[in-house]
């Protein structure tokens, strides 16, 4: 059986987990304080970040090529095209979520928010918490703009573009940082993918200290 050292609220263990999960791959989940960088963790990626996988005899981190390695050796049901303009595509969305949401938003509320004080580090920086609150409205209308030329985020069919953004959303989502009414459409992309069965073990997590709002795991929400 594969296992994946993770953290629950990480956007990057969450994409790599509904990866597994939509390819129906068996895993176990193991929770990773990796900000205390045990030698045993740090063996396994001297970067000190989660997620890692071990799977078929390796051992493997950095979510994105995790991500891409797993939709070549379990190509079904395929996340990433094989057309090359539309794998650019999905390649180009999967980084503006990764990195720029990333860097202006989920840095900026999950990280201030949960995190420091799951780490100790002391309390949320007021300054950080308003501008992730301010990027976020970008980033949602920037996600509407798409999803009315398009079925999903990258084109006609779910990608790993639509992983990418519901992870990070989703982890926004359990501390209540995202106005859902801000845009129907992003809203309804989030409301079907959320209905997936690959969503049922991220709505059933659970941080200590952290209670999900009541609408987290609403399918109807």
């Not at 050292?5 to 129906?24: D, G, I």
């Not at 960088?37 to 970067?47: C, I, K, M, T, Y």
């Not at 891409?68 to 650019?88: G, N």
Request: glycine share 4%; charged share 30%; hydrophobic share 40%.
């Amino acid at each position: 059986m594969a296992r994946l050292y993770h953290v629950p609220l990480s956007p990057y263990c969450r994409k790599v987990r509904l990866v597994l999960a939509e390819k129906k791959i068996e895993c176990e989940l193991v929770e990773e304080r990796y900000w205390e960088q045990s030698p045993d963790f740090l063996r396994r990626n001297p970067a000190g970040k989660v997620p890692v996988l071990k799977i078929d005899g390796k051992t493997m981190s950095e979510s994105t090529p995790i991500c891409e390695w797993l939709d070549e050796v379990y190509p079904q049901p395929a996340l990433i095209p094989r057309d090359t303009d539309a794998r650019y595509e999905v390649r180009r969305l999967v980084a503006w979520f990764d990195d720029k949401f990333h860097s202006e938003v989920t840095s900026k509320l999950v990280y201030e928010r949960v995190n420091k004080k799951v780490m100790k580090l002391g309390f949320p920086d007021s300054g950080n918490v308003k501008s992730g609150a301010r990027a976020v409205k970008y980033h949602l209308d920037y996600m509407a703009w798409l999803l009315d030329r398009r079925r999903w985020l990258a084109g006609d069919v779910m990608t790993l573009a639509d992983f990418a953004a519901a992870a990070h959303l989703s982890s926004l989502d359990y501390i209540s940082d995202v106005d859902w009414n801000r845009s129907d459409v992003v809203k309804d992309w989030y409301a079907k993918i959320k209905s997936r069965p690959a969503f049922r073990s991220i709505l059933a997590d659970q941080v200590p200290g952290f209670p999900p709002p009541p609408h987290y795991a609403d399918l109807d929400f």
